[in-house]
């Protein structure tokens, strides 16, 4: 969409200073449309050219600036070129660029338009692998969790649709003391049915009264420590019901994810690893790495000067593994597996130390490879309750947002003509859920609302589904009418340039996500174009008009919907197409 217009300047640029064309499409970006009125569409910026090496970087940049807008000439793509404070400002062909951008969706409604970009073409492409929700077998799914889960979900999707092969993983905290009380404490406070009727509520409460149980029976955290080491010790009993566990959790939660629009290629988790990792602290001793503390742990020195000042445990005095430990013996199986080019982590910031000294082993070890592994973190969510208090499951968050959104739909009459009008609370709910939380940055805390996040005006997810929702049925109403061409001179009014004005960013939008994997550029974007189609409806009616201007409108109004439409499914939100 926007690659013509990028292109041609870029050749002109080119051929004016006798460069390759190609080195100047990283430094144009399109106007960021602000005002209603804009005129520029696309600025150069003259400091990005110096910095690297396109032009001197000595002299007065304002001169230069301007001395290269002169040279620069006009044509009948670009129809004006103009020198502002540092930047070169291109004004192109109204109508070219009505029909550039709005070509791509007369043919069919294909979703992957921004994938052509040849801003892409500076990624480095490969395969990605994710990893995020990880949730821990019997605990709660608290907030973070929940966090994870979509922001992991917006990187793979990001991902992916730049062309990566990704791999979406969850790494289950299904190993470790707490199935040795979880074990021992079945069988005095389990119950078979009631793990089969709730499994998730009937594992959480029993955990709970083992841990209270333990505080001051020594026997009951005697029998915990023998539990776990039948587990290590693949003794069978303890085995199978520690499958058992696992596998109706895992159950349960694809049911809940299913509902996110959430998906894993694979579940592995810190029990896949305990074995390996024993393996890991071998390596970690032959070559040199594990020292012994004075407590009788082993660690390994992080310390830059080698005098354990700083240190990180991977092996308890009793040569138990640590989650470290099981985080290393992943990663290097992975790497195994899938030979991953780059590896992404989800979690929230609290583990951003983990994190940290688990790429520092792993480049000591020799994978220089650890490079290529990054971890996202992200802030707290504070205050998220429901009706029924506190949340444990992640279920519950997801039946309280589509209650909620339910209870707002009925006061419109639409709602009344739908067929599923839960099915769309629901998605709608998550929508909300997602927009709340992808608005700010990923590190800040933020305070969870739901009058606020579910408010149909203001920036929220039902605002985004609202606007699509509409469109759509504007398009519905109107099959007959859209053709397969337009006449592009009949949406030259300022209404439909700012629009396709902020369309021609979409591309540089994914691409700075992909650069720094935050979702609230996207976000920005999609609540723009939302605002502006609300300012298009009232002034530029499909209903009334001759037929050819309705036609034109029509496509605009279809191209801004498939924009839209694209972008959310990228954040993870399933557009509806009535509310
Ligand atoms: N299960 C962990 C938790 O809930 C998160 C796992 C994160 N991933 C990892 N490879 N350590 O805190």
């Known amino acids: ?344 982590y989800v979690t929230d910031k609290s583990q951003a130390n983990h994190f940290h000294q688990l790429f520092h082993i792993l480049l000591a070890m020799g994978h220089s490879w650890a490079d290529r592994c990054e971890h996202v973190p992200f802030g707290l969510v504070l205050g998220m309750n429901t009706r029924r208090g506190e949340v444990v499951f992640l279920e519950d968050v997801l039946d309280e947002a589509r209650a909620r959104m339910l209870h707002n739909m009925n006061q419109s009459k639409t709602t009344k003509e739908m067929d599923n009008p839960e099915d769309t609370a629901e998605k709608v709910g998550i929508s909300a859920l997602i927009v709340q939380d992808f608005r700010g940055a990923l590190q800040s805390d933020y305070r969870f609302d739901w009058d606020r996040m579910l408010q149909a005006q203001g920036d929220t997810g039902v605002f985004l589904q609202y606007t699509h929702a509409r469109l759509r049925s504007l398009i519905r109403r109107n099959e007959g009418v859209e053709a397969v061409t337009f006449d592009p001179s009949l949406l030259l009014e300022q209404t439909s340039i700012s629009i396709l004005q902020h369309l021609l960013r979409y591309d540089e939008v994914l691409y700075q996500s992909a650069q720094d994997l935050q979702p609230k550029h996207l976000v920005n974007f999609l609540l723009k174009i939302c605002h502006l189609i609300a300012s298009a409806h009232r002034e530029l009616p499909v209903k009334g008009s001759s037929q050819d201007v309705a036609q034109a409108r029509l496509r605009l109004f279809s191209g801004a919907c498939s924009v839209l439409a694209n972008g959310m499914r990228i954040l993870g939100i399933t557009p509806v197409d009535k509310m």
């Not at 492409?125 to 949730?135: A, D, H, I």
């Not at 049915?193 to 505080?215: C, G, I, R, S």
Request: charged share 25%; with cysteine.
């Open 1 to 344: 969409m926007a690659c013509f217009f990028r292109r041609t300047i870029a050749a002109k640029l080119g051929r004016t200073l006798q460069q390759s064309e190609d080195a100047f499409i990283p430094a144009l970006s399109a106007v960021p449309v602000f005002k209603k009125q804009q005129t520029a569409d696309f600025k150069l910026s003259i400091s990005t050219l110096r910095i690297r090496g396109m032009l001197p970087s000595s002299g007065d940049i304002q001169l230069q600036t301007e001395g290269l807008a002169s040279r620069l000439e006009q044509d009948s793509v670009v129809e004006n070129i103009s020198a502002g404070r540092g930047v070169i400002n291109f004004k192109v062909n109204r109508k070219l660029l009505v029909q550039k951008m709005l070509e791509p969706f007369g043919k069919d409604e294909d979703e992957k338009f921004a994938l052509n970009s040849e801003l892409f073409n500076t990624l480095k492409r490969g395969t990605t692998l994710v990893e995020y929700s990880s949730p821990n077998i019997a605990k709660k799914f608290h907030a973070g969790h929940l966090r994870s889960t979509i922001i992991g979900n917006f990187i793979a999707n990001l991902k992916q649709c730049l062309g990566n092969d990704v791999i979406r993983m969850n790494y289950l905290g299904d190993w470790g003391m707490q199935f040795g009380l979880l074990g021992a404490g079945f069988s005095k406070f389990g119950c078979q049915e009631k793990l089969k009727e709730n499994p998730l509520q009937h594992l959480f409460e029993v955990y709970v009264q083992v841990n209270k149980e333990a505080e001051h029976n020594e026997d009951m955290m005697q029998a915990a420590r023998v539990f776990f080491r039948q587990l290590e010790q693949h003794e069978s009993e303890a085995v199978s019901l520690w499958q058992q566990f696992r596998e109706i959790t895992v159950d349960e939660y694809q049911h809940v994810y299913k509902r996110l629009g959430v998906h894993f290629d694979v579940y592995s988790g810190e029990s896949f690893h305990h074995h390996q990792a024993q393996e890991v602290v071998q390596q970690l001793h032959s070559r040199g790495l594990l020292k012994t503390s004075e407590k009788g742990t082993g660690v390994v020195d992080l310390s830059s000067t080698g005098d354990m000042s700083s240190v990180c445990t991977v092996l308890r005095s009793d040569g138990t593994t640590l989650y470290i430990t099981r985080d290393l013996a992943a990663a290097i199986d992975r790497k195994e597996k899938y030979n991953f080019d780059e590896m992404i």
